[in-house]
């Protein structure tokens, strides 16, 4: 840990080393994983531990991150896995997830060499960054048009949908992701915790989020009909199809360890989420959906 600028105030002090999306995300989905690891999607060979972490923030600023984190935890995560379904929450849910969207925008803006966005977002994500960091300081009481839309999904057992992937389900419920979306009249930070997804909005594009805004003060989360942009179902496919890639690409050997730690530990797989979310994507597609696609030799054919 170094001297430096805090991101967030400013302060010159030692800066800690920050979790970009929060550490819990990564505790909460080792502890419900069937085989109690984890792996990173976007390279499965690899255990991720813990999440990327930057030393961007004072003891300060870092202490009311954390307070935030331990209140989604306690009053969202626990009661969802839990099986309750109806939870209040008051007004730190909107300081936690515009934290978790800042952070996002600060480590993925730039980040992917080949997006590029228009003059007007260029200045909104500027915009959006001093909004986000002022709220957090409690320099304004809201984020104003900047918002933040939050989902929380569930197992999908029926869909008109015809060409959704096959690991839907594992991809709602297990997958973390972090990523700038968009189009070239729409621009959102995302991060995917699991079943829960923070839309920090940029610009709104024409699509518009329905029953899924934050709100300043309190509100209730419980399922319902909530209408999300049509340009979702894309993201979720483009990045669904990508880990579908890695796992098929994952060596033998790892697959086999994999393989083996779920077979020593199946009463921990058996109550696990994401073995219902196998269940769910079986039910849908059939059970070949699980095997694990022959990997391709080099030889001819
Ligand atoms: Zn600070």
């Known amino acids: 840990m170094g001297q430096g600028e805090c991101l967030l105030c400013g302060a010159v002090a030692v800066l800690q080393d920050s979790h970009v999306l929060p550490a819990f995300v990564f505790r909460a989905l080792k502890e ?13 060979n690899r255990r991720v531990q813990d999440g990327v972490t930057q030393p961007w923030l004072c003891v300060g600023c870092e202490s009311s991150f954390s307070r935030w984190e331990r209140d ?16 209040a929450y008051d007004d730190w849910l909107l300081k ?14 730039g980040r992917n060499e080949s997006a590029s966005y228009t003059d007007t977002q260029e200045k909104l994500f500027v915009d959006a960054e001093r909004v986000w960091r002022e709220f957090l300081l409690g320099l304004r009481s809201h984020p104003g048009e900047f918002c933040q839309q939050f989902l929380i999904s569930d197992l999908i057992d029926e869909t008109t ?8 389900n594992r991809f709602l419920m297990g997958a973390v992701s972090m990523d700038i979306v968009g189009s070239e009249r729409s621009a959102f ?15 709104p594009g024409r ?46 050997v790892q697959f086999a360890k994999v393989d083996a730690a779920l077979r020593s530990n199946l009463e921990r797989a058996s109550d696990s989420g994401q073995l219902a979310a196998m269940r769910a994507d079986a039910a849908l597609f059939g059970e070949g959906v699980l095997l694990r696609r022959k990997r391709r030799t080099d030889s001819t054919e």
């Not at 069937?34 to 390279?43: F, K, N, Y």
């Not at 936690?96 to 803006?109: A, E």
């Not at 015809?162 to 839907?168: Q, Y």
Request: proline letters at 4%; hydrophobic letters at 40%; glycine letters at 8%.
């Open 32 to 44: 419900h994983s069937a085989t109690g690891h984890i792996r990173s999607s976007e390279s499965p």
């Open 72 to 87: 989604f935890s306690n009053n969202i995560l626990r009661p969802w896995r839990d099986g309750v379904v109806e939870t």
């Open 96 to 109: 936690f997830c515009v934290s978790v969207s800042w952070r996002v925008l600060k480590y993925c803006k």
């Open 161 to 168: 949908i015809s060409d959704l992937p096959s690991n839907i």
């Open 189 to 203: 930070t995302w991060a995917k915790m699991g079943r829960f997804q923070i839309f920090g909005v940029v610009q």
């Open 207 to 252: 699509d518009k989020f329905e029953g899924t805004k934050v709100h300043v003060k309190h509100g209730v989360l419980r399922p319902g009909r909530f209408v999300v942009p049509a340009g979702l179902l894309d993201l979720y496919k483009e990045k669904s199809a990508h880990i579908s890639e890695a796992m098929a690409g994952m060596s033998d």
